[in-house]
């Protein structure tokens, strides 16, 4: 499974991107396939403010129920409203169509913090 | 933790079929294929194979095991005939629930069929209560596979694959047959609300007939596939039966699980006496069905509740792959679930959900 190395990741399965000072956030594929077919994500509302390590939502599938942290602190400025009908796009295409939130990262620094893309990998190995 | 995972004999077979293997009661065992609910509605319209092999086998032998099993079991066993099955409970005293067991008649011997994360309870329990009757007991899991052969069309591809007068079984019945040498036991049963069979053979014969049933992972059959235990949930759900660990429990008996119909209140057995006096002052709880508004999902332990009034918990939820409605069991209290008067919601990721409650089971099939 190829893993992006544009983005960096937590041990718990959450990837991301920083594009000029906002975050765009969420699940890997790896955690997508292991949660086999996703029926519900649960995103924050626009303007919730989050500090690195917090619970900012959930994703559901037909199994089970699991919380997704970020890794970046900072204010949520959009969510993928297309998950709301088709949170399936997280199991199709968990690194792009099925992104979750954007955030206006309080400290951008914080990124250098997280996984590198072969240091995720290898958790997942 | 424990040492190595058990396997099936079908453990090669899934994992050829690309299957994710995960601990199941100590067994490696496939959850999923190719999708969970794929395989549920493959289920629903066509046929699935379920490897079932990690449910416990245990072969009952001697002159006192009708009277023997009839006093371990809740069903009456008395007078039970030669290739019927019978789904029971077995209880403790005080009427908790230690597992639910299929009990077939032999000419000459009984099977029990109990649940994997079970099994070495029920063979302790037996050992413990067959001392002196002069019934003896065989462990033979790990001598046989077992295979559930379920869907719609699986009564037409059995009839194919299978040399036996299938078109007579009814349910709950069993024929067994020799091939080739070996014998098959083939019980026309099931855990997911469809048609079909469950087939009990020796771990030899697995390889000779499993590429006849699914055919192999370049050339799979054309309608049989490999399902799942994620599937395999999901459906008994849909079709309200209880699984061991969710609807039922040592902490509760078999009438506060709803499944009454296979107790028999009128007979001696362990646990009777603890369930006629529950009878007599009226069970305090009950399983019930619901249905919650939204897509999201009521997990075991989420709180039940009537108006302020906490009410009990779900025993089992899932979204319905066949309803496309989120559904869940839940044991509550049956004085507050009365009340018409107060809102039944349930707890879900730190709010509340509106449900209601709805007849089970969710699915019946056609």
């Given at each position: 499974?190829?893993?992006?190395?544009?983005?960096?990741?937590?041990?718990?399965?959450?990837?991301?991107k920083?594009?000029?000072?906002?975050?765009?956030?969420?699940?890997?594929?790896?955690?997508?396939?292991?949660?086999?077919?996703?029926?519900?994500?649960?995103?924050?509302?626009?303007?919730?403010?989050?500090?690195?390590?917090?619970?900012?939502?959930?994703?559901?599938?037909?199994?089970?129920?699991?919380?997704?942290?970020?890794?970046?602190?900072?204010?949520?400025?959009?969510?993928?409203?297309?998950?709301?009908?088709?949170?399936?796009?997280?199991?199709?295409?968990?690194?792009?169509?099925?992104?979750?939130?954007?955030?206006?990262?309080?400290n951008?620094?914080?990124?250098?913090?997280?996984?590198s893309?072969?240091?995720?990998a290898?958790?997942?190995? | 933790?424990?040492?190595?995972?058990?396997?099936?004999?079908?453990?090669?077979?899934?994992?050829?079929?690309?299957?994710?293997?995960?601990?199941?009661?100590?067994?490696s065992?496939?959850?999923?294929?190719?999708?969970?609910?794929?395989?549920?509605l493959?289920?629903?319209?066509a046929?699935?194979?379920?490897?079932?092999?990690?449910m416990?086998?245990?072969?009952?032998?001697?002159?006192?095991?009708?009277?023997?099993l009839?006093?371990?079991?809740?069903?009456?066993?008395?007078?039970?005939?030669?290739?019927r099955s019978?789904y029971?409970?077995?209880?403790?005293?005080?009427?908790?629930?230690?597992?639910?067991v299929?009990?077939?008649?032999?000419?000459?011997?009984?099977?029990?069929?109990?649940?994997?994360?079970?099994?070495?309870?029920?063979?302790?329990?037996?050992?413990?209560?067959?001392?002196?009757?002069?019934?003896?007991?065989?462990?033979?899991?790990?001598?046989?596979?077992?295979?559930?052969?379920?869907?719609?069309?699986?009564?037409?591809?059995?009839?194919?694959?299978?040399?036996?007068?299938?078109?007579?079984?009814?349910?709950?019945?069993?024929?067994?047959?020799e091939?080739?040498?070996?014998?098959?036991?083939?019980?026309?049963?099931?855990?997911?609300?469809?048609?079909?069979?469950?087939?009990?053979?020796?771990?030899?014969?697995?390889?000779?007939?499993l590429?006849?049933?699914?055919?192999?992972?370049?050339k799979?059959?054309?309608?049989?596939?490999?399902?799942g235990?994620?599937?395999?949930?999901?459906?008994?759900?849909?079709?309200a039966?209880?699984?061991?660990?969710?609807?039922?429990?040592?902490?509760?008996?078999?009438?506060?699980?709803?499944?009454?119909?296979?107790?028999?209140?009128?007979?001696?057995f362990?646990?009777?006496?603890?369930?006629?006096?529950k009878k007599?002052?009226?069970?305090?709880?009950q399983?019930?069905?619901?249905?919650?508004?939204?897509?999201?999902?009521?997990?075991?332990?989420?709180?039940?509740?009537?108006?302020?009034?906490?009410?009990?918990?779900?025993?089992?939820?899932?979204?319905?792959?066949?309803?496309?409605r989120?559904?869940?069991?839940?044991?509550?209290?049956?004085?507050?679930?009365?009340?018409?008067?107060?809102?039944?919601?349930?707890?879900?990721?730190?709010?509340?959900?509106?449900?209601?409650?709805?007849?089970?089971?969710?699915?019946?099939?056609?």
């Open positions: 499974m190829s893993i992006p190395n544009d983005r960096r990741y937590l041990a718990t399965h959450e990837w991301f920083l594009d000029g000072g906002i975050v765009t956030m969420g699940i890997t594929q790896f955690a997508a396939d292991q949660l086999t077919d996703i029926t519900f994500v649960a995103v924050p509302k626009v303007g919730a403010k989050f500090s690195a390590g917090s619970a900012i939502g959930e994703v559901e599938s037909v199994k089970a129920t699991s919380e997704i942290y970020t890794g970046i602190s900072g204010e949520v400025i959009e969510v993928n409203a297309q998950l709301a009908n088709q949170p399936e796009l997280v199991n199709e295409d968990a690194f792009t169509k099925g992104w979750m939130i954007k955030l206006k990262a309080s951008p620094g914080e990124l250098d913090r997280l996984l893309a072969e240091a995720y290898a958790e997942t190995a | 933790m424990a040492g190595e995972l058990l396997r099936t004999p079908l453990y090669d077979a899934h994992v050829a079929f690309g299957a994710r293997m995960v601990d199941f009661a100590g067994w065992m496939p959850v999923v294929y190719t999708g969970i609910i794929e395989e549920h493959h289920t629903r319209s046929c699935s194979v379920f490897d079932v092999s990690h416990g086998r245990l072969v009952l032998r001697g002159a006192g095991a009708e009277a023997f009839d006093r371990l079991c809740t069903r009456n066993l008395k007078g039970a005939e030669v290739g019978y029971s409970h077995v209880c403790r005293e005080d009427g908790g629930i230690l597992d639910d299929i009990v077939s008649r032999f000419e000459d011997h009984w099977l029990v069929v109990c649940n994997a994360s079970n099994r070495a309870k029920i063979v302790a329990w037996i050992h413990r209560h067959a001392a002196g009757t002069g019934v003896t007991m065989d462990d033979r899991t790990m001598h046989t596979a077992m295979l559930a052969v379920q869907g719609p069309q699986a009564m037409d591809l059995a009839r194919q694959l299978v040399p036996a007068d299938l078109a007579t079984l009814k349910r709950y019945r069993f024929t067994s047959v091939y080739l040498g070996m014998r098959f036991d083939v019980f026309r049963s099931g855990y997911t609300g469809e048609d079909g069979i469950e087939v009990v053979c020796p771990t030899t014969a697995v390889k000779m007939f590429p006849l049933l699914v055919g192999s992972k370049d799979p059959h054309a309608v049989i596939r490999f399902a235990l994620g599937a395999r949930d999901t459906l008994r759900i849909e079709a039966m209880p699984l061991y660990g969710h609807e039922l429990s040592e902490d509760w008996d078999s009438l506060t699980a709803g499944q009454a119909w296979c107790v028999d209140l009128g007979k001696d362990i646990g009777a006496e603890a369930m006629r006096a007599e002052k009226g069970l305090t709880r399983m019930i069905g619901l249905e919650l508004e939204g897509k999201r999902i009521a997990r075991q332990h989420a709180k039940v509740y009537c108006g302020a009034v906490a009410a009990g918990e779900v025993t089992s939820g899932t979204l319905s792959p066949t309803l496309g989120s559904l869940a069991m839940a044991l509550v209290d049956s004085a507050a679930i009365a009340r018409q008067d107060a809102k039944l919601e349930v707890e879900i990721g730190g709010g509340r959900a509106a449900v209601k409650v709805v007849p089970l089971p969710f699915y019946k099939k056609k």
